[in-house]
């Protein structure tokens, strides 16, 4: 999928470099895209950090603020809601209780991109702000470091939200659709990415890997039927990336410890592949995406100067780096993220 969007994407960037189009970023610290707008919107400021097209007739006659909305007024009747979940890959370091995400503040706190595992946009930002087709206000519950259920794989630090947590804060908060997230069944977009720390806390234990997969994936689909049962109905899944590939585990595990990993991840997102569409089958109006993180990992490491990349192993900060870090990927390789999920979404109106 990303070698046909990748030249896609290419063709719809060099038209942004005259003008954004409506919803797209156009200014902030350290932005240096465009900063002019599409005919009909206008470049409206949230914060020090970002700046969103917003059309004319939607766009408010003051700046946006950074205190919670205290009516719908923020939030425009057009608007679609994103609920996302997930660990470190996702995160943008969003408080459910502070700044909700409102009309040219898409995320709502911390300041736009948040705080990411990349040092920079992650792939939730890119499609909240810039490969969406409609307002997106995205509330990102993902947390570093969270695994499905603590009780089944401990997370690096007991204080890390795990994906049961992150749940639970959605049905004691915007399950209510309080004046801040109106939403309803057929504008929400449930997200999930979740397993790369279930599996990389997980994958030298003994015993039989596949059912453990099974057992986590029980936990985390009865967490799906809570938040079907709140109203959800349309779901993406995300499985597992070639964390085996990444400069941490290749550089302190064997090739036959790297066979093993890589074995219990393709076990893991079989099974989720399956799982998601028995939910589907067996819950009226769901509506599922699968998006193949794997794939597109694959993909590009496997021939990375296509993609402007130089290698495939190289880690930090720069140009052509497609590891930010040891463990997590870059925000230029999130870019490509982005437009592969946006992809995965196409005919919907996200």
């Not at 470099?17 to 409206?44: N, V």
């Not at 470190?88 to 911390?110: A, D, E, I, K």
Request: contains cysteine; hydrophobic residues 35%.
């Amino acid at each position: 999928m990303l070698k046909h969007l990748l030249f896609v994407s290419l063709g719809f960037l060099g038209l942004a470099s005259a003008q954004q189009p409506i919803w797209g970023q156009c200014g902030g610290i350290g932005w240096t895209g465009a900063t002019a707008c599409a005919s009909g919107s206008t470049c409206t400021v949230s914060n020090p950090y970002y700046s969103q097209c917003i059309p004319s007739s939607s766009a408010p006659t003051t700046t946006a603020t950074t205190s919670p909305p205290s009516s719908t007024a923020s939030v425009p009747k057009n608007a679609n809601f994103w609920f996302s979940f997930g660990d470190s890959y996702t995160q943008t370091g969003f408080v459910p209780t502070s700044t909700p995400p409102q009309l040219g503040n898409p995320l709502g706190n911390p300041p736009y991109p948040g705080f990411t595992a990349t040092g920079g946009e992650n792939w939730i930002d890119f499609d909240t702000t810039t490969y969406n087709k409609s307002l997106v206000l995205t509330w990102n519950y993902a947390y570093g470091g969270a695994t499905i259920d603590a009780s089944l794989v401990a997370p690096f630090d007991p204080s890390v939200l795990s994906l049961t947590d992150q749940v639970n804060q959605f049905l004691s908060g915007a399950a209510s659709k309080p004046a801040s997230a109106p939403w309803t069944s057929s504008n929400a977009l449930f997200s999930i990415w979740i397993g790369i720390n279930d599996i990389g806390n997980s994958w030298y234990q003994s015993g039989d890997r596949g059912a453990f997969s099974d057992t986590l994936l029980n936990a985390e689909f009865a967490l799906v039927q809570k938040l079907y049962n709140a109203g959800a109905r349309n779901f993406l899944f995300i499985n597992v990336p070639p964390t085996d590939r990444s400069p941490l585990m290749t550089s302190g595990n064997d090739a036959t410890s790297l066979a093993t990993l890589k074995s219990v991840i393709t076990g893991f997102n079989t099974r989720l592949a399956t799982k998601a569409s028995q939910f589907q089958a067996n819950n009226t109006g769901v509506k599922t995406f699968l998006w193949d993180s794997n794939a597109a990992f694959t993909q590009i490491l496997n021939n990375p100067t296509a993609f402007g990349f130089k290698d495939n192993t190289t880690f930090g900060t720069g140009d052509g780096i497609f590891w930010g870090n040891n463990y997590h990927p870059s925000s230029a390789a999130h870019k490509f993220f982005g437009q592969d999920v946006a992809t995965v979404l196409s005919g919907t109106v996200w």
